[in-house]
């Protein structure tokens, strides 16, 4: 047993962080570095970058055209990606229809997406949750009648995230509503956000910001040859999409980053007439939340080389702990630099900022330093963290079944 | 990046694992108890026997020729068995004095004896007064021509009722608190002037109060450099933590599956508790600390041997507070899903439920950790 990154492991990571800060562009690694979501033109940036360096299909097998990493290879450089930072792969190309398609695709299928997927020529979005499916997701009604060579798909999506930007949407349909269990009777279709029909309403989230959206679907047809896997099949490839690829679920370099943020606040901010860093209470919440991200950090490499070996290719139940301990710890370091900037946390100068087109007014005082802005916003957006992609409640369930046995 | 063990490994791993099924129920510890030392003679003789004395010691002086996984994966099987015998207190602390500070003629003396099982050493190094801090020392050793003469009392020394040989910390320079100015004695337990009071910690542990009046020693028998005995008293104590982290996962192992059991058997309201879901989850939170401090204690098995000393202290302090912290919840969980039934003598959990207890509170407590590791936060 042997802990420490190997000498080609270091030489790795070195090659990463690199190669990310001579390419990342340094407007877009200061935006996120204030708190801000990266703009849609920033992450298409980033993606096509990392994708002509052979790097943004990064978990994809070679002849996928992925890099060929070992799992610990891929951590490493989702951490450096996340700890620059920079804008994240967009996951619903990266990890969720990239491999399923691989894995369930016809070959025209791989031929149409892969490769675009991985460029983000095409802007994939998910449309799994429904207002009456979110954690209890087979209970999804939107529904695909089987017209000739076509379904025409009605109902609604909710929680879309991206779907604003989306080009394609892969959806959870109904197909046969009379299947003995809920399970039975869903497919897994890919359908042009184009096709006539589909609706996307802007949900604004509480920390001011449109991510998420609700998608309506009013007589859309979709060719069968967009079907992925077989009819009434779908719950297969969507088990195998929540499972597959879990080692950047813990996002440790976004808890790293943040607490790295939160220090360079205190460092500037003075409480008790001192700098706010040399206070105990302060010390004392970043040591533990640095003990904790340490600790994940030990668990997330035994799931990866772990998971490394796995022959059964199933997802391994301990990647809950990653997600509920990982989304835990996002969650606390957003909440560190909003309390670090104290007072200053509360003005929702973003928000004026953004409705004055992004210019402040001449003349007018902005409330604090550059920080100040976007301090608690990142708190507000993680409250997400724990209820998306299988809600931390949820987690434990997996835990429960598929390791307690209960 | 390599968290395979060898097949020596796992064969060391395997043997401990057969001798505490077979002798270590948890009716057997009760007697072992009961014995007059604490401890049971035999078992102590059957580690020996199995090599498990000499796990962290070179081949040359007859050990294993193992390392710090080696030990923590012999302490987390002692650890799901509560085991009573003075293996933290010779092997881990006494064999660290040892390794660490000894000098070729110390360890071809010793550690072939500690090896054996013949001698045990217990590390004598805490103080009344002292709670947590390393270098608040009052005990003295004078110049006694070309010995020493030590005088002063040590409290809470693990095993120290039953050891042969004591590694006692003393102050030869400086005032009660400075970091320079401690050195490191090897005493004889028997020796004229050491006095030592046996009790039992809650968990049923063996330890000592030991006082020291004009104790005379030789010069060699002094440890590591004089006056510069710190570094070494926090490395004896580093190998403590890791060894004792290990443990913890073992115990916490052993609690979470008895409870898991019991949430399987136990029935209320005409169904097992374990079909609730508040008792689920806690379950599960209770799985996800175990884990999570079982990284730790891998992260300390692999630390012990960095160079960094800061790194290292750093490192350790996150281990403590990370397994004290986990300890802390799964234990306390243990006893409350288990219900009055945990709550007695009678019955296993309370019985981690206490160790975990004296854990907290061996080699400073979760509070002194995040003040260590508090203080190095740029």
Known sequence: MDLRFTDAEAAFR?????????????????RLRLGHAPRKEDTVAWQRILNAKGWAAYSWPKEHGGPGWSAVQRMIFLEENLLAPAPELLSFNITMIGPVLIQFGTPAQKARFLARAANLDDWWCQGFSEPGAGSDLASLKTSAKREGDEY????QKIWTSTAHNADWIFALVRTNPQAAKRQEGISFLLIDMKTPGITVRPIISIDGSHHLNEVFFDDVRVPVEQRVGEENRGWDVAKFLLGNERTGIARLGKSRERVDFAKQIARETRAGGRALIEDEGFRQRVARLETEIKALELTQLRVVSAGGKR???KPDPFSSILKIKGTELQQAATELVMDAAGPLAMPAWARELAALGGEPPPNEPVPGPDWAARAAVPYLFLRAASIYGGSNEIQKNILTKAVLGL | MDFEYSDDQRMLADSVARLLSDRYTFDARRLYLKEGSGWSAALWEQYAELGLLGVPFAEAHGGF????????????????????????????????????????????????????????????????QARYDLSDVLTTAARDGAGWVLEGAKSVVFHGDCADRLVVSARTAGDRCDAGGITLFLV?????????????????????????SGVRVGADAVLGPVDGGLALVERITEAGIAAMAAEMVGAMEAMHAMTLDYAKTRQQFGKPIGSNQVVQHRLAEMLVELEQARSMAMLAAMTLDEPDDAERARAISMVKLAVGQAARF???????????????EEYAVGHYFRRAMVFEHSFGDSAHHLQRIAATVR
Not at chain 2, 104 to 127: M, N
Not at chain 2, 333 to 340: K, S
Request: avoid cysteine.
């Open chain 1, 14 to 30: 070195e090659e990463v962080r690199a190669f990310i800060r001579d390419r990342l562009p340094a407007d877009t690694r200061e």
């Open chain 1, 152 to 155: 025409v798909v009605n109902g």
């Open chain 1, 311 to 313: 022959a059964d290719g």
């Open chain 2, 65 to 128: 020729g193992g390392g710090a996984v080696d030990v923590m994966m012999v302490m987390e099987a002692f650890g799901r068995s509560l085991v009573l015998e003075p293996f933290l207190a010779s092997v881990v602390l006494g064999g660290a004095a040892l390794r660490h500070g000894g000098t070729a003629a110390q360890q071809a003396e010793l550690l072939p004896r500690v090896i054996d099982g013949s001698l045990k050493l217990a590390f004598a190094h805490g103080e009344r």
């Open chain 2, 188 to 212: 004889d337990a028997a020796a004229a002037g050491v006095a030592r009071r046996g009790y039992a910690l809650h968990d049923g542990m063996r330890a000592a109060e030991i006082s020291l």
């Open chain 2, 330 to 344: 799964v234990s306390q969980n243990a006893v409350q899903l288990h219900g009055g039934i945990g709550m007695t």
